[in-house]
């Protein structure tokens, strides 16, 4: 790794940095009364507008890698940081639009933010590994460090960008502006800095993803491995996204803004833990245990809601549910699959994006208490399929070699 790349590898951080507070704002119960106050909506309402990310990252993540490969990787990354910066504060002149189509807005700019999301996916997960080629896993690593860092001091933040508005509505629109703002600034640093010249390093043409899945045979193995991409997915997510709503709705917590910040405890921990346990346990066991360590813990708070086992549940779910384990499902694809790897690894993200949409999107009209049962329904599927790739795991890897 050459020093010249050291302020480019750190501005990359600093977009997930932000991007770990654009990610969860709207799962922050209090930030949800306030948008759905000005907007005449319910506070379950707003997670449809966190779903819409998805289907930014849908509509996206086709043409986000190809383009990263051909304009290069600080092209894609000005474009995500651009997106941001859009979605961010276009969050902000939402909530002033108040019902006159603010949530309309809302849901407009997240679909710009997670169109946002795939270009900074694509274009700073390869230049990550083109910088610090020498450690590609622990350089990726450090995207899920600073996101979940960012996660845990959002609660703390939310206290110092409250603000009442003439209208007497309490606002967050201080910390919209700022992040946007901060995305136009690493924007204009990414285009400064140098970046390693990822075309000279490829090697002829490469195939695209219609193109490899027009000579790809699926087996059953391989859909398993496709649909945990999903249940992860959900499973996180809807945690992420609705769990405070439960806690304030069944577990009668008035402020469980603190429970970001032991779900980021336990995400942070357990990357440096399962980064240790890898090396002695397979991978594959961990897409089993994992999961069921999360169905027993949502079974735990459903069963017995308080404020104890909601933190409980906060700092299990973001270790065995957004500790790396989606990283992971990628990381036996790449090992089951070497033939078409890189089709089963594109999938796996696709299938993730479209459960943070459908899965979000169902969440929004339904109770809280209806969403921790959707999860724990969706968390026994993961766990099912998690079981069956494990037992079929040796033949695979005989087909494999």
Known sequence: MKKKYLPSMLIMYLNYFIHGVGCSILGQALIKESLA??????????????????LGRLIALPFAGPLSDKLGR???IAIGSGSYAIYLIGLALAFNAGTNGGYQIAYACAIIGGIANSFLDTGIYPALGEVWYSAPSIATMGVKLFISISQMILPFILGMCVSTTAAGLVSYNTLFYVCGIAYVVLLVLIMICPMPDSDEKAQGKKEGLLSSLKHTRFTLESIAMILIGFTCTGTFQLWLNCAQNFAKTVAAWENPSIMQTWYSAGTILALFVTAVLTRKIKDVRFILVYPVICLATLVLVLMMPSQTTMIIGSFAIGWAGAGGLLQIVTSVCNMIFPKIKGTVTALVMIASSL????ILTAA??????GVMMMNIVLTAVGVALGLFVNMRYSHMMEAAE
């Open 364 to 369: 929004a009209s339904m109770t809280p208490s």
């Open 37 to 54: 106050t000005s907007w005449g909506v319910t506070a379950m309402s707003i997670t449809a507008i966190s779903a819409a990310l998805g």
């Open 355 to 358: 459960c943070n949409y459908t």
């Open 74 to 76: 600080k092209i894609s």
